[in-house]
């Protein structure tokens, strides 16, 4: 639907006059439309309430309805101690828990003090990277799918199991794993030759699969007519709706916590943070933040490689870790990129085992908040460009 | 810029409206008067020196149960007793609500926290989504869960619980209720570990003991 004429002739944005206040066809009365796209409909991913207006094929407002899977994990902070709550972050971004281990424990550490052995912090970053490319794979596979694309999914999915696999293969869990913790990560990396398998599976990545994608969907003429100059969010309004990942990347503006704001040991490997440049139509349109996923994988594969390659020796658990962690009394906000973008705590201890308050601050959450600007005066069929384009997870936009 | 100096930039445009800056905290922060929230922020956003452009996280505390020195013991979660009940209370809280903002600058690249509290019984607070969009979905959080006020919001509804839900779960003092129409609300306290493990196993690092109390 990337014809111009259609969204150019939206009516009434300018005039605050739409299709049902003229007479074009003199004793047909239209309206506006009250329509509900979701909970339960396959293009919002997962269980997200669109309330729309519509007249005729075009969007007057957005209103998304959210807490459907409203869990209170905050409370539930306030409740559990410290490595307890590690199983709580898990089911925020289910579909990258990984990552949000990765920010939770980041987040105590620095409230504690506490130093992470440098073995430890090379495996977290592999399997925080092996999560992202995990992540993206469901990304660009819905975002096909949304657009018509059936197959793409199959391919994706079946690299995304082989990631499932590694991780297994290393924590225990596939989907859900609990695998950091305050001061390391719960196990070693497993001595059936784990290393070599992720080095072979990113090669694969990197050399066989994404030229795949590629040719299946990122240059399909079709794919770029559905997704270039759809849905801009130019880079002021990006910063201004608090973006981030790769929502933020997509609209061009340079900034990734892995590079600006680093943590763990990412300022040790060499990759490129990647953006959004409007090849395929304007900067911030939907194509570009596909791409900006599509390209992520690649540097993904990149740092997976370094990270395992320069794998030292030694603990993979700081040997002075209490068996009850006590933070003392304190405030810290700290902010991890996720898959979906800046994952942040903002956590307050009175010194016991357990927080005094923990504040999440999801990306998904934020970055869904841009539809209520950008999705008016869309088409309904660009509007679900749109949404797949932002690549929420309810998980951690209701918490 | 270093987080003094941001300081007293802001105490300089602010005047009597800059209440303090802890500077000795793991992360500084500046406490702010409540009505001067909004000047403060559009000032730290554009003045050219600071040009805070982003926040980051906006988050509702309640203090109660905590001194000014940070330290006292976090008041104990009702949770349910061993037939399923809820647990009641009768007890208020006292402490200041209060809210924090974490802004960062694409520009410049430097953070900064700013801090204001507000009496519990009156907690009221000026919006800044005029300043940065995104505090408004924030603000209606903090609204719907900790339950302060944003004057002069657009939109101030719930946002994650229902319309008719009764009260703010993140307050200290919150009791959680019996029933949701109709719905028994029942469960397992919240401290409670229902899956018991033994501590010591191979693949079990020491510190997975169960939580005491």
Known sequence: ?399 | MEQNAIYELLAGALGDGALGYNEHALEPWADVAPAKVVEACRFLRDDPRLGFNQLMCLSALDWDGLDEAGKGKSTAILGYTDDGQPETSDRVGTGDLGVAYHLYSHALRHKFTLRLRVPRDVAAVPTVSGVWTTAAWHEREAWDLMGITFTGHADLRRMLLDDAWVGHPLRKDYVMPGTWNGVPLQGQPYCANPFPVETGGPDQPAGDKPAEG
């Open chain 1, 1 to 399: 639907m990337a014809n111009e004429s259609t969204r150019v002739n939206a009516p009434g944005l300018v005039s605050g006059k739409g299709w049902h206040d003229q007479d074009h066809v003199p004793g047909i009365k239209s309206e506006l439309l009250e329509l509900n796209m979701g909970p339960q409909h396959p293009a919002t991913h997962g269980v997200l309430r669109l309330l729309l207006q519509t007249d005729g094929e075009i969007v007057y407002k957005v209103t998304p309805v959210l807490g459907y899977l409203h869990r209170c994990a905050e409370k539930i902070a306030e409740g559990v101690n410290y490595k307890q709550w590690v199983v709580y972050t898990d089911r925020f971004d289910y579909l990258a828990p990984m990552c949000c281990n990765h920010a939770y424990v980041t987040a105590v550490e620095k409230l504690m003090g506490q130093s992470v052995p440098e073995r430890a912090e090379h495996i977290r970053v592999a399997v925080s990277e092996l999560s992202r490319i995990a992540s993206h794979l469901i990304a660009l596979a819905t975002f096909g799918l949304d657009m018509g694309a059936w197959t793409p999914l199959l391919y994706c999915f079946r690299e995304r199991e082989e990631i499932l696999n590694l991780l297994e293969r290393i924590s225990g869990g596939r989907m859900l794993y609990n695998y950091m913790i305050p001061g390391g990560v719960r196990y070693d990396v497993p001595n059936d030759n784990w290393v070599a398998d992720v080095l072979d599976f990113v090669d694969l990545m990197e050399h066989n699969k994404l030229p795949e994608y590629n040719t299946l969907l990122t240059y399909n003429k079709i794919f770029i007519e559905r997704t270039a100059d759809v849905g801009v969010i130019d880079a002021k309004t990006a910063v201004d709706y608090g973006c981030t990942g790769p929502v933020l990347r997509g609209s061009g503006v340079d900034f990734d916590c892995r590079r600006d704001d680093p943590y763990s040991v990412y300022h040790k490997f060499d990759w490129q943070v990647q953006l959004g440049r409007g090849e395929m139509g304007t900067t911030g349109d939907c194509w570009d933040r596909y791409i900006v996923r599509a390209r992520e994988i690649e540097q993904s594969c990149r740092i997976i490689r370094q990270a395992l390659q320069q794998l030292p020796e030694g603990p993979y658990q700081a040997l002075a870790l209490k068996a009850i962690v006590k933070a003392p009394a304190g405030a810290a906000y700290t902010r991890v990129e996720s898959a979906k973008g800046e994952l942040g705590h903002y956590i307050i201890s009175d010194g016991g085992q357990t927080a005094f308050r923990n504040k999440v601050r999801s990306p998904s959450f934020c970055n869904l908040q841009v539809v209520e600007k950008v999705g008016v005066g869309q088409m309904v069929s660009d509007l679900v460009a749109l949404v797949g384009s932002l690549d929420i997870v309810l998980g951690e936009i209701d918490r």
